[in-house]
């Protein structure tokens, strides 16, 4: 299947102010004189999706770029970035096509981009703007860029509509508020919320599942006994909803919780059996999970990331006995973890499972 | 013997693999060939980077050479570096390689398959692959119910409680409708059916299962696909290749049994069959021999199939020789290189729809196609109004290369006149999906390893598709349709043209 991308073009990318109406006839005016530049070779405009950036713009633009040099690849869109910035007046837009070849039939196939800015005055205006630019019949797909802040405006609006919202609860400085506010989303527009965080522990959740299929791995579970989750600074989202994903999933209760800046201890019950979770962060900035060992009565499994090989290792301890095995590590660019969970969204009801628990670890 | 749905894992709800393989050995006969080198280990290996493959897994590469295991590792080592659809990284194929173990032995030696189950009982200590075995004949046919018959000799076929033992076997499976049934017989008092996975390697590309997804899972398709609705089904598959150094392979196999027996058959019955009400167990297998037993008969050979061979001639502006001056191949071979067929479906759904196949080596383009052309509208009304008469609807499912689907429908040319001019809609997988999909092979190793069988061929199929395809081959041996020339570059020869010229439709140009 023709995947080869041979180039990345830009086609138009200058700021002008317009309405959406305007904008559509910009679009069309490119498209035209792209045609007729290009004679010999055919050109594909591809829309599978309107997928659109909300954010303050410090941190906003640059973010989303990189994820449109790679993401309409995959998931060809109608991309609009939505952002509000205190020291803008007005409302401004640049639009842009990204192109790019594929190998079968060397045709270029194109995704719109277009970037709306506003001051907060303009929040409305900017909402019904993005509103209007949206392509009938697809689907819908709002990334909250940066703080999870999700009753702006601008995000409500888009909110009501979308099929799936994105949010990265690492980039919160405060996870509980980021967490319960993904959490009301989730109830309140009826929406499919994913975590990038969440998303991002992917390859580790499939790993770990392994250690526990068929019949023994159902004996493993019954012998569980720790859970231990280290990551590199203090307790983050993702070491949060790892824990929570455990708890929810096997249906263990909390009895409490002990937690200071690097580290969380808690006590779980499964009837009478105790299983103990520890979240171990370090000094180091980055929160990325490193290692997840769980502890059975038998035997010990151990998950770790190694960051400069960009592999995992995985190894299983029996007494007297060991296996080990060294598997690639799934990129976690925003582009990969978006891509991949556009590709399968069948987990985000877990997510939600995952996260009530990890807002329960930090509630004790 | 019946074995329990294991139990489910609270941990994999939500993912796309309710549970990963079981732990297990992966035998491979004939591991020094080519296609352990070109397509199995580089499967493999891809599956073991992207965490398909449990802890536990290993495979134990057994052939005539007299290889230890390092000089197995570093063979496959090769093989991987050479055709690995990603790039080998060193410290994953230390890890991978860590499991690969090699037996030398012939296929006759018994003493050698106890060497085998020596060395199996040992990894099952050292990996824990936990007496699970899948045994993969990438031999020789003939070998096939040699190696089956010392496998069950040394107690290797036969599972022990709770673990599994699955023989996967390549094409061709027979020669013929007899020597099928006298192979499916050798393997079948060693191997239970559901133990046995017949690998077409066709059935793992992601287009062809698409025409499943395109048909079933789309409201649109279905109620139009059949003979109130569709004139003709045209399944071709061209290739500008030759032999490729294989003349003495294919001198005993020719078109007809190494494509049209398996992969266009199999084709055809995902085209025609039945929808299925779930993806369960035989569902599938089942409706796809359905369509197999409602092939009718052809009652002559010398009117609905041509056979043909290339002769000289230029591809892509390359001269390239004949195929009987190619190497392997006898001067006065009557071994076809293309073949093209004229079948009927006869049931309810496709009564009086003629579905035409054809393959052949050394056309103009490389090219995987089905092409259903729909019946014209039922009154003409353009054509009165002085109109041109609007080209039947057409549609096309590519399966490679730039795979995708196109309908060709009719518009009206802007203007005051009611001209109508055929258009595409086109859709391409490349340009919609930008990821690269796994080989075939991986696909169907993994099922193998997850016991699901779907993607593979069942010997009621196979049977079938013998008793269709047998006949011809014992009519062109009696001289019906003597074998033709076509030179290389072109499209076959006229004789297939006229084959469905004589029903007023011609092929589907590709």
Known sequence: MASDVTGLERLEDRPITMSPAAIEEEFTRIWKETAAAGA?????????????????????????????????????????????????????????????????????????????????????????????????????????????????????????GADIVFVDTADAPDVAAALRAALIAHRKHNVAVCDLAWRRLAVWRSLIAQFFDGDDGARRLSQLRAIEITGGGAVSSEM????????????????????????????????????????????????????????????EFIVQAHAESGHMHVREEWPGDSDHRTVAQVPTDDASVVAEALDDASDLPIFIEAAEAAVDLLRN | MTMAEPAVNPLRTGMRLNRAADPCAVVVFGATGDLTARKLMPALYNLARERLLPGGFSVVGFARRDWTDEQFRAAMKEGVTKFSREPLQEELWESFARGLHYVSGTFDDAQAYAKLAERLAKQDIAHGAAGNRLFYLATPPDAYAMIAQRLGEAQLATPQAGNWTRLVVEKPFGRDLTSARALDQSIGNVFRERYIYRIDHYLGKETVQNIMVFRFGNGIFEPVWNRRYVDNVQVSVAETVGVEGRGGYYEESGALRDMVQNHLMQVLALVAMEPVASFRGDAVRDEKAKVFHAVKAIEDVGRDTVRAQYSAGAIMGAMVPGYREEQGVAPDSHTETYAAIKLEVENWRWSGVPFYLRVGKRLPKRATEVAITFKTAPLQLFRQMGGDNPTPNLLVLRIQPDEGISLRFGAKVPGTRSDVRPVNMDFRYGSSFGVE????????????????????????????????????????????????????????????????ERDGREWHRM
């Not at chain 1, 309107?50 to 998931?75: A, Y």
């Not at chain 1, 409305?124 to 405006?153: F, K, Q, R, Y």
Request: charged content about 20%.
């Open chain 1, 240 to 299: 949060l909803l790892m824990g929570g994903w455990f708890i929810s999933r096997l249906g263990l209760s909390l009895a409490e919780a002990e937690r200071d800046n690097t580290s969380l201890t808690a006590t779980l019950y499964d009837g009478s059996r105790g299983v103990t979770l520890t979240l171990k962060g370090g000094p180091e900035q980055a929160a990325a999970i490193t290692e997840v060992k769980v502890r059975t009565s038998e035997a």
């Open chain 1, 40 to 160: 010999d070779e055919a050109s594909v405009r591809l829309r599978t999706q309107n997928f659109v950036g909300v954010g303050p713009e410090t941190w906003t633009v640059e973010r989303f770029e990189r994820v449109m040099e790679s993401l309409p690849q995959r998931h060809p869109c109608r991309s609009v970035l939505a952002v509000i910035s205190p020291e803008r007046s007005g409302l401004e837009s640049s639009i842009s096509a990204h192109c790019w070849r594929t190998a079968a039939g060397g045709r270029h196939v194109c995704s719109e981009e277009v970037i709306l800015k506003a001051g907060p005055a303009d929040e409305h205006a900017l909402a019904s703007t993005v509103l209007a630019l949206l392509v009938p019949e697809l689907p819908l797909n709002v990334w909250v860029i940066g703080p999870v802040v999700l009753d702006s405006h601008v995000a409500s609006e888009l909110i009501e």
């Open chain 2, 437 to 500: 999909p796994p080989e075939a092979y991986e696909r169907l190793l993994l099922d193998a390893m997850l016991g699901d069988s779907t993607l593979f061929t069942r010997w009621d199929g196979v049977e079938a598709a013998w008793e269709l395809l047998t006949p011809v081959l014992d009519g062109w041996a009696d001289g019906a349709s003597p074998i033709k020339q076509y030179e290389a570059g072109s499209w076959g020869p006229d004789a297939a043209r006229e084959l469905i």
